[in-house]
């Protein structure tokens, strides 16, 4: 009964996460009109930010095949450390192009983006909280593991987007004004 109570809330999580995603797109294009535009120097760099995170990826998978096979270090289950990866990969991309001004259209504004990555940040951060109050361990039989990290590794990949994302958008004002 367990288990099934974990899949409810996991599938629970994942309709809540398309429902945002579906409405952040929606509002998106009705506020633009259509998907976003980019310039000839928006392409350019967010095709070198997403070699930048492609790389990162790839350094970051290396290493993990490294600890678990050569050196016999074992830190964190497989799902865990496909999902950091993931998480680490998804920093890299979305902040060298928001840095390069090519993570959001030539006329998106930004702010529907900013509020959506500020609530994913904080309730991962305030889940991950409530968890580590409640007493659970970060760390299940000296592994990090999906079940006590999650939460923690998507609220924390969130936050440098974030701030990111105000930086360059309270960048944007200054300049226009």
């Known amino acids: 009964m367990h288990d099934l109570s974990k899949l409810f809330g996991v599938a629970a999580g994942v309709a809540v996460a398309v429902f945002l995603w579906a409405l952040h797109i929606s509002l998106r294009n009705k506020r633009s009109g259509d998907a976003p535009q980019f310039d000839e120097r928006q392409l350019a760099a967010r095709a070198k930010a997403y070699s930048s995170a492609f790389f990162t990826l790839l350094g970051y998978l290396a290493v993990v095949a490294l600890l678990d096979s050569v050196a016999e270090v074992r830190w964190c289950d497989l799902y865990t450390a496909c999902f950091l990866g993931m998480m680490l990969a998804l920093d890299v991309f979305a902040v060298a192009a928001i840095r390069s ?69 309270v960048r944007g004002r200054r300049e226009d004004a």
């Open 101 to 169: 001004d090519a993570y959001f259209g030539i006329h998106e504004r930004p702010i529907a983006s900013i509020v959506l990555f500020a609530f994913v940040a904080v309730l991962n951060l305030g889940v991950a909280i409530a968890h580590f109050a409640a007493g659970e361990p970060l760390l299940e039989n000296g592994l990090l593991t999906r079940t006590s990290s999650m939460n923690l590794i998507m609220g924390v990949a969130f936050v440098p987007i974030t701030v990111a994302s105000i930086v360059s958008a």
